[in-house]
């Protein structure tokens, strides 16, 4: 083949499996990177057990747990563990792999089918002066038995599905829904150099063939060089980018492992993360309501959210991609861009050099996650004890100062000058205010969603919040994010229509069905499920069903996955498929008896079936799985009602209005229910208490407009009235109940 030839079809050729050529190829011209990498915990992320990898104590070693005896020890040159299989007996289990290094190591055992476990017992990998050289149990105040889970043997602790992606290289999971085995492979056990960078075959051949000058990336997939040059303008103390950062490319294949997120399909190097994982937003209880880190979300949904990276800061400014290592130690590392003669110094942290002197113990706060793994949040935020106040998130004064509360906190900032100037306007006080269902921060919100200043994820998230409020507006909201350009905003208004007309749902994202993002395109497929194709013209039927053929065969590529089962029983009952929905939900029982949606979902189809009893008995193990859930206890409540027995029914329906928080369905019902079957002035009285807690909610207030004049408060009732023509001013009907009130008042 002809030189030039070669080249062409090198940077041509697609990607294959075989194009991965290991670490150890590149290390013969990346010497430096390579020898960075050694010993990194990309480097030791999933290991086999020696010697020399397995750090725990298995010299006969016991540990007891929830009634059970673990015991670590050795057989010849094998590792075992003994301890409760799936069937909670005592069984001997040679671990096949060891996972991480620090501060913790867990050991992978097999099962049948293919799987590989994550043992709940760790050991606990820091020094003894530390508290660290134990066995301990990652869920210690949990008692987890051998039917729960959250089990080692249960679907939540499966390497196969939730571990392997993120602790190998090229990773295919290979789950077969038809046998429910795995037959998983790696190209190499570590987090290695093709992990990040993608396969690297045709660089070197381009290398050897000398044709590496002047080919994008060298010839990998993926550029990953977006760190800049930054300088210092003069006079100023904060460092500027040179350049402006114009794609998210960087971090997007860091996010991959290091977000909260869901697999879609087969991982592509240099695409947008939507197109390959269905990405978390800011909501809870993944997030306090400010945005910080609450559950374990793996950094980037707090990263994207800061001031660094809008100004453009990627990962590899403050990381060395290859060791893992910060850029510099201490402060050093923002020193590169804060000026430490102003930054590091009393008068910006009013403390003497040592705790609390230091950058991160205020800016970015630490959770500790699976014992004694401290994770910082990296939003990098100013603490905000008013918030705490407000909101009841933490801050980082109260995190060093934690016998003294966020009133303390915040006196103590003024003390030095510094006084929060936007406490009663703050993005997540109008948020969360929206949230528990006060609808008069929607127009707070609704500008949040429109604020280019905010971050991309900030907003997404606000939009997703507002869509969920039942805004009149909400078309016209999301109708312009639809047709923009960034894709994390555009998957947000799609979720955020959800609620909308099923019709006028499909003119709004029918231009979305062939959207480039795929996380997008299966978020509408979700949400057009369903649109009956045989009423659609020809053209637009076909792309229809093509996009519902890909849902389909992305998401029974993780039929392994609880919530997976769930999403498609929704989506084959959405599509009039109730068999197959049927069999979406025992599928996703089956894997998890503690699900309760699908519990929830399947006697819903049981009693749309007209299987009242299956029904009943589907809600009744539900109940006894989840005794204080307040959607049992809705569920059940309403199908009390229909079976006419109003006594139970209110009982039902108030244990779940009191156990309501954030939301208002299940009290509306139940004060509904209330003057249904006989007793309006306990429905106002109930309505009022909810309008007091969640005002502006058009439902609530057109039922206490009906209910209070009904039991003669017309005064009160015209008053509701009012409130209503204010919310919706061009409303006839609701100026027309107004003006009848006032006219019975008068």
């Known amino acids: 083949m002809h030189p030039f030839a070669l080249l062409l079809w ?18 013969d011209c990346h010497e430096a990177e390579y020898a960075a990498w050694r010993g990194s915990h990309h480097d030791l992320a999933m290991q086999r057990p020696t010697p020399a990898t397995v750090l725990g104590d298995f010299d006969d070693a016991r540990f007891s747990y929830n009634g059970v005896e673990t015991r670590f020890f050795r057989r010849e040159d094998a590792f075992i563990v003994r301890t409760d299989g799936p069937d909670g007996q005592l069984t001997d289990y040679e671990v096949a792999y060891v996972f991480g290094v620090d501060p913790l190591q867990q050991y992978l055992l097999p099962l049948s089918d ?3 476990q994550a043992l709940s017992i760790a050991w606990d990998s820091r020094p003894a002066s530390e508290g660290g050289q134990r066995w301990y149990h990652l869920y210690p105040d949990e008692a987890v038995a051998h039917n729960d889970p959250l089990h ?11 571990c392997a992606e ?16 795995y037959d998983t492979t790696y190209e190499e056990i570590d987090v290695a150099c093709e992990a990040c960078h993608g396969p690297g075959a045709r660089h070197v051949a381009l290398a050897e063939g000398d044709h590496l000058a ?13 760190r800049g040059v930054w300088a210092f303008p003069e006079g100023a103390a904060i460092a500027r980018r040179g350049a402006p950062l114009t794609d998210n490319r960087q971090i997007d294949n860091c996010g991959r492992c290091h977000a909260r997120r869901g697999t879609l399909g087969d991982y592509h190097y240099g695409a947008d993360l939507l197109d390959t994982h269905r990405l978390s937003f800011l909501q809870p209880p993944l997030y306090h309501p400010d945005g910080q880190i609450l559950d374990e979300v793996y950094v980037y949904g707090s990263f994207v959210q800061s001031k660094m990276h809008l100004a453009g800061v990627v990962c590899s400014n403050c990381h060395e991609p290859h060791s893992n290592a910060l850029r510099a130690p201490g402060n050093g590392v923002c020193a590169q861009c804060h000026k430490p003669e102003v930054y590091d110094s009393t008068a910006h942290h009013h403390r003497e050099p040592g705790p609390g002197s230091v950058c991160v113990d205020c800016h970015m706060p630490a959770t500790t996650y ?17 918030l705490s106040l407000m909101l009841g998130t933490p801050n980082a004064c109260n995190g060093c100062h934690d016998d003294r509360d966020a009133a303390w906190a915040l006196a103590a900032l003024r003390d030095r000058g510094v006084t929060p100037g936007d406490t009663a306007s703050h993005p997540a006080r109008t948020l969360h205010r929206l949230r528990q269902g006060d609808r008069r921060a929607a127009d707070a919100v609704r500008a949040q969603v429109s604020n280019p200043s905010l971050a991309p994820l900030w907003r997404a998230t606000a939009l997703e919040t507002f869509g969920n409020s039942g805004d009149r507006r909400l078309a016209e909201t999301a109708a312009p994010l639809l047709a923009g350009e960034d894709p994390l905003l555009r998957l947000a208004a799609v979720r955020s229509i959800a609620a909308l007309p099923l019709g006028q749902r499909y003119g709004m994202l029918r231009p979305l069905i062939n959207d480039p993002v795929a996380g997008v395109r299966l978020e509408v497929a979700a949400s057009l499920a369903g649109v009956p194709p045989d009423r659609l013209r020809g053209d637009e039927r076909a792309a229809l069903e093509d996009l519902f053929e890909a849902y389909l065969a992305i998401q029974t590529e993780h039929a392994d996955m609880p919530s997976v089962q769930l999403q498609l029983g929704v989506f084959h009952s959405a599509r009039g498929a109730l068999p197959a929905a049927e069999g979406a939900y025992r599928e996703a029982l089956r894997l998890n008896p503690l699900l309760v949606p699908a519990h929830l979902n399947l006697a819903d189809l049981l009693r749309v079936t007209s299987r009242e009893g299956e029904a009943r008995a589907q809600l009744e193990r539900a109940r006894a799985i989840a005794p204080d859930s307040g959607d049992v206890l809705h569920a059940l409540g309403l199908l009390a009602i229909r079976a006419g027995d109003s006594e139970q029914a209110l009982a039902l329906l108030a244990g779940a209005a009191e156990r309501e928080t954030g939301t208002t369905r299940h009290r509306y019902v139940h004060a509904v229910a209330l003057h249904d079957l006989g007793d309006p002035h306990a429905a106002v009285r109930a309505l009022r208490q909810l309008n007091r807690e969640a005002p502006g909610n058009p439902d609530i207030l057109l039922a206490l407009v009906n209910y209070s004049a009904e039991v003669g408060m017309l005064r009160a009732a015209l008053e509701y009235a009012e409130t ?6 061009e409303n006839e009907a609701w100026r027309r109940l107004r003006d009848q009130l006032a006219g019975a008042v008068r």
């Open 214 to 226: 002047g080919v994008a990336a060298g010839g990998f997939p993926v550029d990953l060089g977006q």
């Open 152 to 162: 080692w043997t249960g679907p939540y602790q499966n390497w196969n599905a939730r």
């Open 370 to 386: 699976m014992g004694v793994d401290a994770r910082r949040d990296h939003s990098m935020r100013i603490p905000r004890p008013d």
């Open 10 to 27: 090198l940077l041509a050729a697609p990607a294959l499996a075989s194009d991965y050529l290991g670490s150890e190829r590149c290390a």
């Open 166 to 181: 993120c602790h190998s290289t090229d990773v295919h999971k290979n789950y077969s829904a038809a046998t429910g085995r």
């Open 724 to 729: 209503l023509v204010t919310i919706a001013p």
């Open 114 to 116: 293919g799987r590989l």
